[in-house]
């Protein structure tokens, strides 16, 4: 007699059990598999709550976000009717209270959800903590080097609990450090050139290097790389962009090293194809400062073969970064980078052809040629998609294991 414990049964999203059955019920009328055995698969799995952006994640989300912000407008108001002292120390107990709770909840299994929420008050309760700090030492608030800071405090506090609200918040309190701070003494257009291309740089590497890690950060980090390329692409094609030149300073001097040192570490301790991604990206950064320094002239009512020729450079450029993107996110299982990709094309390509062809052609013959563009470039990457996506669907499973696909586990809180 067997007395062994039936599985466990497993919870899964509706419409993927729908789909199941729909198979197993084509399977059985192929022939393929018998009635009892269609049934026992279809026993092991129930529907489960799957749902990403369900009423209660999303009030509680916004409930977390509001309060956060909330407690940072009022360091901001200075809260006149209490003491510095006080004020600093109200702030920190909400922070740790968050802080504190955020990790109890998690230890008892609470609902993701609600953990969710209070680890994003707890992130944003950091900034509440850094700024009333800052307030009482009479450092300006808009000191860029306090968001550095408060991302680099909620990045590690992701980190050591594995928590994606805290992680999140760290990533987009450090990209606006990222910027901010080379650019407060000297702006200039290749300046932001430099630092989109660097930024894509060191957010490859580090998605590399959580590859197989930690694969919901791994998830984001490349989603930022690849956001960040198409950006410094876009940039750099905009006439006499570099005119100014570089802004160069100790931080931006500093961002080029962490970009270097964060791809070179992709690619001594995770060899294979993985390592094309920050080679791509360091590609990406040449050809966009390469681009931005080649200056035409921004007198619109005049343009000659250099500007044809710039912009053609440009549209190639952007062309390949966008194929190559896309065939990222197909070997990744990286949907938004696919979406990232078309949509940056679409503007970049709508941009070019009114500021190029608009002086020239005018009228409907300006949409005919924009139709043209669009159709052109849109059956080329179209195309590459597919053709990589038949590629890896008849490829054998000897093939190189560094390839397999990741995607954005939900799990993490």
């Keep these: ?7 466990p049964l497993r919870g899964v999203p509706p419409r993927q059990l729908a789909w199941l059955r729909s198979e197993l019920s084509d399977w059985t009328s192929q022939g393929l598999i018998t009635p009892d055995q269609a049934d026992q698969i279809s ?97 300006p608030a808009f000191e860029p080097r306090l968001l550095g800071l408060w991302a680099a405090g909620t990045l590690l506090h992701g980190y050591v609990v594995r928590a994606t609200m805290p992680f999140l918040v760290g990533i987009g309190t450090g990209v606006a450090w990222w ?23 060191l957010a490859a590497g580090l998605a590399v290097l959580h590859d197989g890690r930690i694969d919901a950060f791994a998830w984001t980090w490349r989603t930022v790389a690849g956001g960040m390329a198409l950006v410094a692409m876009f940039v750099a094609a905009i006439p006499d962009v570099g005119s100014e030149g570089v802004a160069w300073s100790p931080w931006l001097v500093t961002a080029l090293v962490l970009a270097g040192v964060a791809a070179l570490a992709a690619v001594l301790t995770r060899p294979g194809a993985r390592v094309l991604e920050p080679l791509g990206a360091i590609a990406v950064l040449a050809v966009a400062v390469l681009i931005g320094l080649w200056t035409t002239g921004t007198d619109t009512s005049d343009i000659d073969t250099a500007d044809w020729l710039h912009a053609a450079v440009s549209v190639v450029a952007y062309v390949a970064l966008a194929v190559g993107l896309v065939a990222l996110g197909t070997v990744r299982d990286h949907p938004p980078l696919t979406a990232m990709a078309m949509v940056g094309l679409v503007v970049f390509t709508t941009f070019q052809s009114f500021a190029v062809f608009a002086p020239i052609v005018t009228g409907a013959w300006l949409f005919v040629v924009l139709g043209t563009v669009f159709l052109g470039t849109g059956f080329l990457v179209d195309r590459a998609r597919r053709g990589l996506a038949h590629a890896l669907d008849t490829d054998q499973p000897g093939g190189p294991a560094t390839l397999t696909p990741t995607s954005n586990p939900g799990g993490l809180r």
């Design 179 to 201: 910027f901010v701070q080379p650019l407060w003494d000297g702006p200039t257009g290749l300046t932001v050139v430099v630092l989109l291309g660097a930024g894509a740089v």
């Design 43 to 139: 026993s092991r799995y129930r529907p489960g709550d799957h749902t990403r952006f369900s009423i209660g994640r999303i009030l509680l989300s916004l409930g977390g976000a509001f309060l956060g912000i909330g407690v940072i407008w009022l360091v901001a108001a200075n809260l006149d009717e209490l003491s510095p002292v006080t004020r600093f120390v109200a702030v920190v107990a909400l922070w740790l209270a968050a802080l504190v709770g955020g990790e109890a909840l998690a230890a008892r299994h609470a609902s993701p959800p609600l953990v969710g929420a209070v680890r994003l008050l707890a992130a944003l309760g950091a900034g509440a903590v850094i700024f009333q700090a800052a307030q009482s030492l009479q450092v």
């Design 1 to 7: 007699m067997d007395t062994s414990a039936p599985a």
